[in-house]
Every structure is written in C-alpha cells, then in structure tokens.
C-alpha cells in the first residue's frame, strides 16, 4: 500500500515538471539556515523582527498606493487605513527591534497558552475516539507548559533587574532566543519537506 502511494505521488511529480536537483538545492538551502538559526538564535530572532518589518512596511505601502487607485470605492477609507497601520507597524519594528521582539514573544506565549486550552477542551470533546485523545491532550498541556515558561522568561522577575547592564543583559538572554528558535524550527520542517518532495521527483524522473 506505501508503494503504491509513493508511486502515484511520483508519477503526479512527474507530470508537474518540477526539477529535483533545484528542490534539492533549495532544501539544503533551508536546512543549513535552520542550523545556524538555532545555533545564533538571538540574531535569527532580530533578522526575523527585522525582516517581518520591512515585509510590513511593503504591505502598507502597496494597500496605499492601491487605494489611491480605487478611490471610487466605498471601503477605500478602511482599504487606506489598513495600509497606514501596516506601514507604521513596519517601522517600529524596524526602528524598535528590541521591543517588537520582546511584544512578539509575550503574544507567541498567550497564543501558546490559549492553543493549548482549546486544545485540552477538544480532548475532552473526543473522549469517545481512542487514543486520539490523549494525544490531543497531551499537545495541549505540551502548548501551555510551553506559553507558560516562555512567559516567565519575557517578564523581569523584579525592575531593579533592569536598572543595571547587567540585569538587563541577563533578562535579554532569558527570553531573546525565542523567536529564533521558533523560526529555525519552521526554516528545518520546510527544508526537511522540500527534500521529501525532491525526492520523489527523483524517483518519479
């Protein structure tokens, strides 16, 4: 049966055209950021703040410019603003680094926690399916205890830890690997896709 589905999977690779050798390259490519990523995961996460800024910034500025284009619009007021709060979050996450990062990851630690609340909820909801959840669960107390360590870490335990260089460096390296290491994660489980799919295009050549 798993041949059979890897030889259909093959054969509609083969039927798309896609290169193997570029999908090959390409996940390396996205394996070998993912490693230096959680290798220097406090400078993935100020790339990954930068970079979210400008792509920010970019949005905003396109939605202006296309409601300027579609001023006969009835939503072209909305269409605007949209685009002048995109364009502003852009440049304070340019300009602001530090404190986009630190915003981001207390929102990445709430997310976590209310992800593993709704999780625990529909557990409980699937009690009749076997096994399923129990692991339902399992992910979600996963997801709080996850959205909880990180939040202990993003808040200062006292703000005369603050007060000093020192205090401050500490609190920085308490919490700033965060985002890095969560976007090195997803730079790998692409890179690890994009070689499964390289492979059987390969196969399917």
């Given at each position: 049966?798993?041949?059979l589905?890897?030889g259909?999977?093959?054969?509609?690779?083969a039927?798309?055209?896609?290169?193997?050798?570029?999908?090959?390259?390409?996940?390396i490519?996205?394996?070998?950021l993912?490693?230096?990523?959680?290798?220097?995961?406090?400078?993935?996460t100020?790339?990954?703040?930068?970079w979210?800024?400008?792509?920010?910034a970019?949005g905003?500025?396109a939605?202006?410019?296309?409601?300027?284009?579609?001023r006969?619009w009835?939503?072209?007021?909305?269409?605007a603003?949209?685009?002048?709060?995109?364009?502003g979050?852009?440049?304070?996450?340019v300009?602001?680094p530090?404190?986009?990062?630190f915003w981001l990851?207390?929102?990445?630690a709430i997310?976590?926690v209310?992800?593993?609340?709704?999780?625990?909820?529909?557990?409980?909801?699937?009690?009749?399916?076997?096994?399923?959840?129990?692991?339902?669960?399992?992910?979600?107390?996963?997801?709080?205890?996850?959205?909880?360590?990180v939040?202990?870490?993003?808040?200062?335990?006292?703000?005369?830890?603050?007060?000093?260089?020192?205090?401050m460096t500490?609190?920085?390296?308490?919490?700033?690997w965060?985002?890095?290491?969560f976007v090195?994660?997803?730079?790998?489980?692409?890179?690890?896709?994009?070689?499964?799919?390289?492979?059987?295009?390969?196969?399917?050549?």
């Amino acid at each position: 049966m798993t041949n059979l589905s890897v030889g259909s999977s093959s054969a509609r690779l083969a039927g798309q055209g896609l290169s193997a050798g570029w999908l090959m390259a390409l996940a390396i490519f996205f394996i070998i950021l993912g490693c230096i990523g959680l290798i220097a995961s406090y400078w993935m996460t100020a790339v990954a703040v930068f970079w979210f800024g400008v792509l920010a910034a970019a949005g905003g500025i396109a939605e202006i410019i296309d409601a300027f284009r579609q001023r006969e619009w009835k939503g072209v007021f909305w269409h605007a603003l949209m685009g002048i709060i995109y364009l502003g979050t852009g440049i304070l996450l340019v300009t602001m680094p530090l404190a986009a990062a630190f915003w981001l990851t207390l929102f990445l630690a709430i997310s976590l926690v209310a992800t593993g609340v709704l999780r625990i909820i529909l557990a409980f909801q699937l009690r009749g399916e076997s096994g399923v959840w129990l692991a339902v669960l399992l992910s979600g107390i996963i997801s709080i205890l996850l959205g909880v360590l990180v939040y202990r870490a993003v808040i200062p335990p006292d703000q005369a830890v603050l007060a000093t260089p020192e205090g401050m460096t500490q609190w920085l390296q308490s919490w700033g690997w965060v985002i890095g290491t969560f976007v090195s994660i997803e730079l790998l489980m692409e890179g690890f896709s994009l070689w499964t799919i390289a492979r059987l295009a390969r196969k399917a050549a």
